[in-house]
């Protein structure tokens, strides 16, 4: 099983990025896909999730109407488009799998976002 996120780097306040999660090893399109973040000194948190046929979505309050996650399932591929960056969104960003007790993570992707 993998899951290979991609697109952190640095950005100004203001800006966008999308990340992506590239994911292997399983029945991707079975499986409900999150997107946690985790600050330096702070617990992960649940940024975003979206279930598995696509058809349902949810946000963090800190994160909605700026944060859009997506998935490709032909292509085993889940996205996080974020605009409006803001400081406090600097943070390691991971992909997550769940099924049932089937739970997988990603190695995290660095997003800083400078002020």
């Known amino acids: 099983v993998q899951l290979v996120e991609s697109g952190g780097g640095l950005v100004q306040a203001g800006g966008s990025l999308r990340l992506s999660c590239a994911a292997s090893g399983f029945t991707f399109w079975w499986y409900d896909m999150s997107w946690f973040r985790q600050a330096p000194g702070k617990e992960r948190e649940l940024v975003a999730s979206?279930?598995?046929?696509?058809?349902?979505?949810s946000y963090a309050d800190s994160v909605k109407g700026r944060f859009i996650i997506s998935r490709d399932n032909p292509k085993n591929t889940v996205s996080l488009q974020m605009n409006s960056l803001k400081p406090e969104d600097t943070a390691v960003y991971y992909c997550?799998?769940?099924?049932?007790?089937?739970?997988?993570w990603g190695q995290g992707t660095q997003v800083t976002v400078s002020s």
């Open positions: 997550n799998a769940q099924l049932y007790s089937n739970i997988y």
């Open positions: 979206i279930s598995s046929a696509g058809s349902s979505t």
